[in-house]
């Protein structure tokens, strides 16, 4: 069994949860005000067994990540929908990851992003530096809502244009088996 899937009830599941646990939710609807934030200090798996997540009256991300620095922190198997638009990117986003290079990889997967105009980005990545995985995911957007937003060095810095690049490395963000519809 899981838990109700409402913002308070699955923070304070975070909040109680040891580095390296699973927390399950139960199948429904719910419209969160505000953000569910994983600190870096638990690398933990939420996963929505199919909960659908709407975003309410907020000016955060709803599940805000910060990496943990050895366990990896995965959201997988929710619905989420955007349908307040509350300007682009840094403050409207499904899912906000972040924290060091050097940190445990990140992973979003088997889940479906759902925008209305003028909603953020589905995944944003930024506060810091985060590598990751997302992957198996539907992103559904109507004109040219941005759905991945990748900002980690920051508008002004182009460091990220001057280190070299290793393909196939652990060290990107990658996009696998996704599907965008516009």
């Known amino acids: 069994g899981g838990i109700s899937c409402d913002q308070s009830t699955l923070q304070t599941a975070v909040n109680n949860?040891?580095?390296?646990?699973?927390?399950?939710c139960n199948p429904g609807s719910?419209?969160?005000?505000?953000?569910?934030?994983?600190?870096?200090?638990?690398?933990?798996?939420?996963?929505?067994?199919?909960?659908?997540?709407?975003?309410?009256?907020?000016?955060?991300?709803?599940?805000?990540?910060?990496?943990?620095?050895?366990?990896?922190?995965?959201i997988t198997n929710f619905n989420f929908v955007q349908n307040v638009g509350a300007g682009c990117c840094e403050s409207n986003v499904a899912v906000r990851v972040g924290g060091s290079?050097?940190?445990?990889?990140?992973?979003?997967d088997h889940s479906t992003f759902t925008a209305t105009p003028d909603a953020g980005a589905?995944?944003?990545?930024?506060?810091?530096?985060?590598?990751?995985?997302?992957?198996?995911?539907?992103?559904?957007?109507?004109?040219?809502?941005?759905?991945?937003?990748?900002?980690?060095?920051?508008?002004?810095d182009d460091t990220g244009w001057t280190e070299n690049v290793v393909t196939g490395s652990a060290d990107a963000v990658y996009l696998e088996n996704n599907t965008f519809t516009n």
């Open 122 to 156: 589905a995944v944003l990545i930024s506060i810091g530096q985060a590598w990751g995985l997302i992957d198996n995911c539907n992103f559904y957007a109507p004109r040219n809502s941005e759905q991945i937003h990748n900002t980690s060095y920051g508008a002004v």
């Open 30 to 74: 719910w419209t969160w005000s505000s953000a569910v934030s994983i600190p870096n200090t638990k690398g933990i798996t939420l996963d929505g067994n199919g909960a659908t997540i709407t975003r309410g009256n907020m000016t955060d991300g709803l599940i805000s990540i910060t990496n943990n620095p050895t366990t990896s922190t995965r």
């Open 17 to 24: 949860a040891a580095n390296g646990a699973t927390i399950t």
């Open 101 to 108: 290079f050097s940190n445990a990889k990140f992973r979003i």
